[in-house]
T-cell receptor, first 115, second 112 residues
Framework: DAGVIQSPRHEVTEMGQEVTLRCKPISGHNSLFWYRQTMMRGLELLIYFNNNVPIDDSGMPEDRFSAKMPNASFSTLKIQPSEPRDSAVYFC?????????????FGEGSWLTVV | AQSVTQLGSHVSVSEGALVLLRCNYSSSVPPYLFWYVQYPNQGLQLLLKYTSAATLVKGINGFEAEFKKSETSFHLTKPSAHMSDAAEYFCAVGAGNTPLVFGKGTRLSVIA
């Protein structure tokens, strides 16, 4: 079975540019999560969706960040304008919430560098 | 609110020695607890999880963890380290269908 698929795997962009990260969750999973990983702050939850609806976006750092989930098989995380401090690994993850305690499955990550 | 504390950002062991990675959690409700492993340039993979069944949980690659409610701990162990165990290990706590809260990770180095 295909896992969580993220693109691009690596992106280098200049400060001020728009960055769009994409995610395809595992088929049949109804929760989707965006996490950011940095050396200083570890893994932080940015936002999560349940049945395509944003449930908690309190982790989104500021208005420059936005996320959408137009359907059950696709989500985007957008940064506009990007800044060097946004450099991090962004992980998308998904889970089937048929019952409590199910496993969250992670994608390989999108490695973002803003110069 | 839930939180996780991983003691030691870096642990170094000799090949064949016991691996012990410490995790303490805080949760106001009965928790689910997870250990994930991250190899360089990869995403996180599930090692094992506790979901209120047996308190001693066995995972992949010979790892196991024991849930101790009285100590609010979920330490990860492996009797004999292998070079291939070198990676970053993350403890996480959740409840119900909430997102997981992760610790800051422990980097395990294995010395030949």
């Amino acid at each position: 079975d295909a896992g969580v698929i993220q693109s691009p795997r690596h992106e280098v962009t200049e400060m001020g540019q728009e960055v769009t990260l994409r995610c395809k969750p595992i088929s049949g999973h109804n929760s989707l999560f965006w996490y950011r990983q940095t050396m200083m702050r570890g893994l932080e939850l940015l936002i999560y969706f349940n049945n395509n609806v944003p449930i908690d976006d309190s982790g989104m750092p500021e208005d420059r960040f936005s996320a959408k989930m137009p359907n059950a098989s696709f989500s985007t995380l957008k940064i506009q304008p990007s800044e060097p401090r946004d450099s991090a690994v962004y992980f998308c993850a998904s889970r089937q919430d048929s019952h409590s305690g199910n496993t969250i499955y992670f994608g390989e990550g999108s490695w973002l560098t803003v110069v | 609110a839930q939180s996780v504390t991983q003691l030691g950002s870096h642990v170094s062991v000799s090949e064949g020695a016991l691996v012990l990675l410490r995790c303490n959690y805080s949760s106001s409700v009965p928790p689910y607890l997870f250990w994930y492993v991250q190899y360089p340039n990869q995403g996180l993979q599930l090692l094992l999880k506790y979901t209120s069944a047996a308190t001693l949980v066995k995972g992949i690659n010979g790892f196991e963890a024991e849930f101790k409610k009285s100590e609010t701990s979920f330490h990860l162990t492996k009797p004999s380290a292998h070079m291939s165990d070198a990676a970053e290990y993350f403890c996480a706590v959740g409840a119900g269908n909430t997102p997981l809260v992760f610790g800051k990770g422990t980097r395990l180095s294995v010395i030949a």
